[in-house]
């Protein structure tokens, strides 16, 4: 492989996406219905803490910083050739839209509504209904986050590879 700027970014692009694509299959495999096995204040306190930690700086520049490095490996690799062209592009707007804009309009209200509840001295029916609100629709946002993700990915390896 020629040690390009374009090649560069799309290693980059590519690793990063990778990250992401391996974050959601994760959660989506083994996190979320592990939890999903607790009682209502056992699972809504994990997810609670999960979410809590995961807000730091190295998940922010991932998880963010990928979008914006994959925009500018579109514009890098614009001259390529159009179907290389069109797979990054692709990747990139798939993520956009199934994994950046689902995050923060379906996942990240969620889980701020799960923040400002105070667990502790809520009721058992409290708990429950809380639970019922937040577990469903979240594990369907975050289904179509694992799609998006990983078919953004692969998208990226057969750029790569074809190029």
């Given at each position: 492989?020629?040690i390009t700027?374009s090649n560069?970014?799309?290693?980059v692009?590519t690793?990063?996406?990778?990250?992401?694509?391996?974050?959601c299959?994760?959660?989506?495999n083994?996190v979320?219905?592990?939890i999903?096995?607790?009682e209502d204040?056992g699972?809504l306190?994990a997810?609670q803490?999960?979410n809590r930690?995961i807000?730091?700086?190295?998940?922010?520049a991932?998880?963010i910083?990928?979008?914006?490095?994959?925009i500018?490996?579109?514009?890098?690799?614009r001259?390529?050739?159009?179907?290389?062209?069109?797979?990054?592009?692709?990747?990139?707007?798939?993520?956009?839209v199934?994994v950046v804009?689902?995050?923060?309009?379906?996942n990240v209200?969620?889980?701020q509504?799960?923040?400002?509840?105070?667990?502790?001295?809520?009721?058992?029916q409290?708990?429950a209904s809380l639970?019922e609100?937040?577990?469903?629709?979240w594990?369907?946002?975050?289904?179509?986050?694992?799609?998006?993700a990983?078919l953004?990915?692969a998208?990226l390896?057969i750029a790569?590879i074809g190029?």
């Amino acid at each position: 492989m020629e040690i390009t700027t374009s090649n560069v970014m799309l290693l980059v692009t590519t690793l990063l996406f990778g990250l992401v694509a391996g974050l959601c299959f994760t959660w989506g495999n083994a996190v979320t219905p592990g939890i999903g096995q607790l009682e209502d204040m056992g699972y809504l306190q994990a997810f609670q803490k999960m979410n809590r930690s995961i807000e730091n700086p190295l998940f922010f520049a991932v998880f963010i910083g990928s979008f914006f490095v994959g925009i500018a490996t579109v514009f890098i690799n614009r001259g390529i050739s159009p179907t290389h062209f069109w797979l990054v592009t692709a990747a990139v707007a798939i993520y956009f839209v199934g994994v950046v804009l689902i995050t923060v309009f379906g996942n990240v209200p969620l889980n701020q509504i799960l923040d400002k509840t105070d667990l502790i001295n809520s009721t058992t029916q409290e708990l429950a209904s809380l639970r019922e609100k937040f577990e469903q629709p979240w594990n369907r946002f975050h289904r179509i986050r694992v799609v998006s993700a990983t078919l953004s990915f692969a998208l990226l390896i057969i750029a790569g590879i074809g190029k």
